[in-house]
């Protein structure tokens, strides 16, 4: 008889994402890549309990399209490291990603794969793919394109990140300030100049 190899244990992984389809759909590839996974749906807005983990400890945590800040002592439950999949580019920090993009009339957008630290979208950067923004693009449209292409970018990643292999290491820098939900509901921002207002844009809950 041969010897007997172990099963390897699944990696455990507390994924944190807002409430959309593409949470949902995330978790489902996450499983089926071999991990055991928790599952965190949080949006701006909703209580924060005590414990909103739940108590969990794990290998690994990875954000996608998260709204909910992790805190250092959240982060320190994953043992091996924290990923989060930002739905824009590193000169787009914090929320309001899209409204900020179109009030700057820019050509192009992004979605941002990193290192999570203490600080909000400050850790070393994974990968950055960057995309043209359609022509008359609405909040709505460019939010679901970029969910869009934040999906094929963890489908690509995450069995990495699950493997414990290398991941890439990117050039770029996070760079501008960090947005905040204060600056969304006035639709004020540091960095744009006379804003009149952003197609498409919706109420921001909280």
């Not at 794990?58 to 989060?84: C, E, M, P, Q, T």
Request: with cysteine.
């Amino acid at each position: 008889m041969g010897p007997h190899h172990a099963r390897r244990r699944d990696p455990s992984l507390l994924l944190v994402t807002d409430r959309s389809a593409w949470g949902e759909l995330v978790g489902r590839f996450a499983r089926t890549a071999g991990a055991a996974v928790s599952h965190v749906l949080w949006e701006h807005g909703d209580p924060v309990t005590q414990d909103l983990l739940g108590g969990w400890e794990g290998d690994w945590i990875v954000a996608f399209k998260a709204d909910y800040v992790l805190s250092g002592d959240d982060l320190k439950r994953a043992r091996r490291g924290a990923v989060n999949f930002h739905p824009g580019p590193p000169d787009i920090r914090g929320v309001g990603m899209y409204e900020v993009a179109l009030a700057r009339s820019a050509d192009t957008f992004g979605v941002t794969c990193h290192h999570m630290v203490e600080r909000v979208d400050a850790g070393p950067i994974i990968e950055v793919e960057r995309f043209p923004v359609a022509p008359r693009a609405t909040t709505d449209a460019l939010r679901e394109e970029a969910a869009a292409r934040a999906y094929l970018l963890c489908l690509r990643l995450l069995p990495l990140v699950l493997e414990g292999a290398d991941l890439p290491v990117s050039t770029e820098r996070w760079r501008g300030p960090l947005h905040t939900w204060a600056q969304l509901r006035g639709r004020s921002w540091p960095d744009v100049k006379g804003v009149k207002g952003v197609k498409g844009v919706k109420d921001v809950k909280g």
